[in-house]
C-alpha cells in the first residue's frame, strides 16, 4: 500500500487507524511523542547487523482477468528476488 509523502505521514495514518489493521510504519521514535496512539514495537532497527533495505520501483496495470492473492504475492517475491540480484 503506497503513501506518498512521508513517514511522518505514514505515522499519521497507522496512529489514527486509517490503513488496514496490522499496518506498521518505520521512523523516528520521536513520532510516538507527536501521535500518541502509536506504539513503539522496535527500537534501534536500523543498527542490526542483518538490516537490508531494497527498494524497487513497480507498476500496476489493471488485469483482464481475477487474480488470486497467492499468486500475486509469488509475483511480489519473484520481483523482489530479480530486484537483489540486480
Same mark, same amino acid.
Given at each position: 500500500?503506497?503513501?506518498s509523502? $512521508?513517514?511522518?505521514?505514514?505515522?499519521?495514518?497507522?496512529?489514527?487507524q486509517?490503513?488496514?489493521?496490522?499496518?506498521?510504519?518505520?521512523? $523516528?521514535?520521536?513520532?510516538a511523542?507527536?501521535?500518541?496512539? +502509536?506504539?513503539?514495537?522496535?527500537?534501534?532497527?536500523?543498527?542490526?547487523?542483518?538490516?537490508?533495505?531494497t527498494? +524497487? +520501483? +513497480?507498476?500496476v496495470?489493471?488485469?483482464?482477468l481475477?487474480?488470486?492473492?497467492?499468486?500475486?504475492?509469488?509475483?511480489?517475491?519473484?520481483?523482489? $528476488?530479480?530486484?537483489?540480484?540486480?
Open positions: 500500500m503506497p503513501i509523502g $512521508s513517514t511522518s505521514l505514514a505515522a499519521k495514518k497507522v496512529a489514527e486509517t490503513l488496514p489493521t496490522g499496518t506498521a510504519a518505520i521512523g $523516528s521514535c520521536g513520532l511523542s507527536v501521535y500518541p496512539n +502509536l506504539s513503539i514495537v522496535q527500537q534501534g532497527i536500523e543498527e542490526n547487523k542483518n538490516n537490508n533495505t527498494f +524497487l +520501483l +513497480l507498476s496495470k489493471k488485469r483482464t481475477p487474480v488470486s492473492e497467492e499468486i500475486t504475492r509469488e509475483e511480489l517475491m519473484a520481483a523482489i $528476488s530479480t530486484g537483489r540480484q540486480l
